[in-house]
């Protein structure tokens, strides 16, 4: 069955071949500033490119995924201005700038895993890499494409013809920068710093020895850098957010086929945002919600990754709770259908083998034309629904899919098992008697039992729709 991804750069779906004689698809993705915790509008990115390494693998290719961590470069603007954020946080949270960022870094990761991500193949810090940065800067110079004013070295928008094909503006429109004060040492508004030797940070604390001077590199050349390092001269696929479209992947472009001379990166792929009702989550405005957060009210990660599923990673998602709710009562609802199949299969009743091949083939056919989660989910609940199709089958279906959906079914069906197995009868006969002075709103005879249950050793933690997690004190 053939891959197809729709591609910024040419704004149309088209079939995926690999670039690499090899047959070797090399991804790169845009990975986490660290200097806060990912809000879940982030984590929205990063599961659809879950989703995409995944479909890459069953549609029979090999993969090579690359991500970096910027921990060093990343202004407040994604223009050379701002504020530096790993700067600002380390002020706030009286940590180097360095703890700050090992600090998030291994929070995202957690956050991640929890939401069954893979992790990618290689992972790489831009700390690590600045002397690669400043071999890659010394090339671009030598190369016509780079020109040093008041200490900076800057990138010559001018020198590139094709500078603003990926968002389709031209570079008068791409004038990065003019909401705030123009930098003068630039020779054209677009141009954007690769090295800063200048800057108003006169103390800032991660600073390298360059040809240029003491500084730090601009925050788009560590993925130029790093993706090339990794991944080779040719890359297939390069993912982030649509906000990284007109200005990151744009000077991404520009610095990486000024540096090879030729076409980069084949196709360029992005997730839309998650709204929050009439405006972006962001952290700048302070209106981000994290998987913490969700988990903290009673949320499994599943639930919000359920949530992603429903739209398609090019559609805004619009996050509440009331949306949360209805993806967390369709997966417990998955959840129990899926016990139910598990529990009536046996090797002898698998008696639907064509049912379940067409609706495998339903299934790929919408993941292999350009991730279509919502219609994949169709399918998964038509199976569910199908009353011709064997439980066994059923079964087999669900887990093969869920290798690709990264639902967690079997793991969470056996930590609910787990747990239920550990529960003495006469414990659970006082949670329904506590779950049922919670619906007539005696609270305090709610409070009363909880504490009896504490005493028991035993911790009860309310989820939404009256459900209740136990666990073990």
């Not at 630039?186 to 200048?198: E, G, I």
């Not at 084949?266 to 962001?282: I, P, R």
């Not at 083998?353 to 292999?368: A, T, V």
Request: proline share 3%.
């Amino acid at each position: 069955m053939t891959l197809r991804l729709y591609n910024t750069l040419t704004r149309s779906v088209e079939e995926f071949k690999p670039s690499n004689p090899d047959n070797v698809v090399r991804m790169y993705c845009c990975g986490p500033t660290v200097y806060n915790y990912a809000h879940i509008g982030n984590l929205r990115t990063y599961v659809f490119e879950d989703l995409l390494r995944k479909t890459i693998k069953r549609a029979g290719f090999s993969l090579k995924h690359a991500m970096n961590i910027t921990d060093v470069g990343h202004l407040t603007s994604d223009a050379d201005d701002g504020d530096d954020k790993m700067l600002l946080a380390a002020e706030k949270e009286k940590l180097s700038v360095l703890e700050i960022a090992r600090k998030y870094e291994d929070t995202f990761f957690k956050h991640t895993a929890a939401l069954n991500i893979e992790r990618p193949d290689i992972v790489c810090r831009a700390t690590e890499h600045v002397e690669d940065m400043i071999k890659f800067v010394k090339k671009l110079e030598d190369n016509g494409y780079a020109y040093v004013s008041n200490g900076n070295v800057y990138y010559d928008t001018a020198k590139f013809p094709r500078y603003g094909c990926l968002s389709g503006q031209n570079r008068e429109e791409l004038k990065h920068g003019s909401r705030v004060e123009q930098d003068t040492n630039k020779r054209n508004p677009s141009d954007f710093v690769l090295w800063f030797t200048v800057s108003k940070f006169k103390d800032q604390i991660l600073q390298w020895d360059s040809p240029w001077g003491r500084g730090y590199p601009g925050w788009h050349i560590e993925c130029s850098t790093m993706a090339m390092k990794y991944l080779g001269e040719r890359l297939d696929i390069h993912c982030g957010g649509v906000d990284h479209i007109a200005v990151h992947h744009e000077n991404e472009i520009a610095q990486s086929e000024g540096y090879l001379g030729h076409k980069w990166c084949s196709c360029w792929m992005h997730g839309e945002f998650l709204q929050m009702k009439d405006q972006k989550m962001s952290k700048s405005k302070g209106n981000f919600i994290t998987l913490d957060t969700l988990v903290e009210k009673g949320y499994l990660p599943e639930h919000y990754r359920y949530l992603c599923l429903t739209s398609h990673y090019r559609s805004s998602l619009v996050f509440s709770y009331d949306n949360l709710d209805a993806a967390a009562n369709a997966y417990r609802n998955l959840l129990g259908k899926y016990k139910e199949f598990g529990q009536a299969a046996t090797e002898n009743n698998s008696r639907s083998e064509n049912l379940y091949q067409d609706y495998l083939r339903q299934f790929d056919g919408f993941m292999f034309d350009d991730l279509k989660t919502p219609q994949a989910l169709a399918v998964l609940w038509a199976v569910v629904k199908d009353k011709e199709m064997a439980a066994a089958d059923k079964y087999k279906f669900l887990n093969n899919i869920d290798v690709l959906l990264g639902l967690g079914l079997a793991k969470n069906l056996a930590a609910e098992t787990s747990t239920s197995a550990e529960i003495p009868a006469d414990i659970m006969a006082l949670v329904e008697e506590r779950k049922q002075a919670r619906i007539n709103k005696n609270w305090a005879k709610s409070d009363e039992l909880r504490d009896l249950l504490a005493s028991k050793g035993f911790i009860v933690k309310d989820l939404p729709k009256n459900e209740v997690e136990i666990s073990i004190a």
